[in-house]
């Protein structure tokens, strides 16, 4: 199971949507994704063709957290969990249920720590929506902070096209994609692949102005 952390910097939009392409980008008909919802405003509903994993990653999930709201979607399966404590006890509770499955977990910002704290043996890395022309300086804060926890980090410049948001969220992605997400992106947060040197102008600055070039920018 690897599970990855999702979550917008500033007021940058389509973090929900990157963190349900996340899930449909390694899903598989017998291993589901699982799109992870902390603050969730309601219980996600099935859609109307979901696989045999996605539903049995349902069944175990509704079974082992039965006040969760949990539907299958496509080729995934969605878990929407309260804000607070609670929501990150389900958290916890979740993500050893997950098998190997790719695990997107969406929360709001403020969430980010406590998430860490809770579940940080658990994620591998990293992934914020930012806009770096408005939040360059808040985006390298976030991700000094995952840097030093030793996860891999990546920033979505730009948000999923329209369509590609959509299909994400039914858990319907386009043949042969990676949830609508680039391949090379995802191998980088994924840990897959060979690793590619980050452009030092894409990297924030650190507290004495130099560049951490682990950072990882794409589109």
Known sequence: ????????VGTAAGSRATAAALACARSEPHCAGLLIELGARRAPRPTLVASAAARALEERLA?????AGVAARGSTCHLALPAGSDGIRGLAAALPLADDSIVAVHLPPELL?????????RVRGVLLRADLAADR????LAARD?????LRLAVLKEPLGWLAS?????GLPPAGSNGGLPKRFCEQLLGEGDPVPTR????GPDA???????IQFRL
């Open 1 to 8: 199971m690897t599970a990855v952390l999702v979550t917008r």
């Open 63 to 67: 079974a082992h957290l039965p006040e």
């Open 113 to 121: 720590q406590d998430a860490f704290d809770e579940s940080l043996r």
């Open 137 to 140: 300086a808040l985006t390298a």
């Open 146 to 150: 995952a840097r030093e926890r030793g």
């Open 166 to 170: 959509r299909l994400a969220l039914a």
């Open 200 to 203: 030092p102008q894409d990297a």
């Open 208 to 214: 004495e102005g130099t560049v951490q070039p682990r």
